[in-house]
């Protein structure tokens, strides 16, 4: 079993930036990844960004390149996302997620508004 807690999500203006922390525990090396999505209401959740554990590769979605960052501490097992010039648009609940051997595991989600 895999725990996820994520925090600092935020109230932000236009054009302001949050870092949202994932932190991992429990049996974390069996990790293959790790992803943010997020979710609107009454849209479907959507992939945000992935770094795969092993060399440490990222993706990020079209609507987030350029201005969100994955990134992760192995030492802390923590993986952030430092969210810049944020849009009305990037308003919703964002997830961390977990792949790994064992299954997906999923966070409680943290409130990310941005207002205009």
């Known amino acids: 079993q895999v725990q996820l807690v994520e925090s600092g999500g935020a109230l932000v203006q236009a054009g302001g930036s949050v870092r949202l922390s994932c932190a991992a525990s429990?049996?974390?090396?069996?990790?293959?990844?790790m992803n943010w999505y997020r979710q609107s209401p009454g849209k479907q959740r959507e992939l945000v960004a992935t770094?795969?554990?092993?060399?440490?590769?990222?993706f990020h979605a079209d609507s987030v390149k350029g201005r969100f960052t994955i990134s992760r501490d192995n030492a802390k097992n923590t993986v952030y996302l430092q969210m810049n010039s944020l849009k009305p648009e990037d308003t919703a609940v964002y997830y961390c997620?977990?792949?790994?051997?064992?299954?997906?595991?999923w966070g409680q989600g943290t409130q990310v508004t941005v207002s205009s």
């Open positions: 429990g049996s974390i090396f069996g990790i293959n990844a």
């Open positions: 997620n977990a792949e790994g051997d064992t299954g997906d595991y």
């Open positions: 770094i795969i554990t092993t060399g440490g590769h990222t």
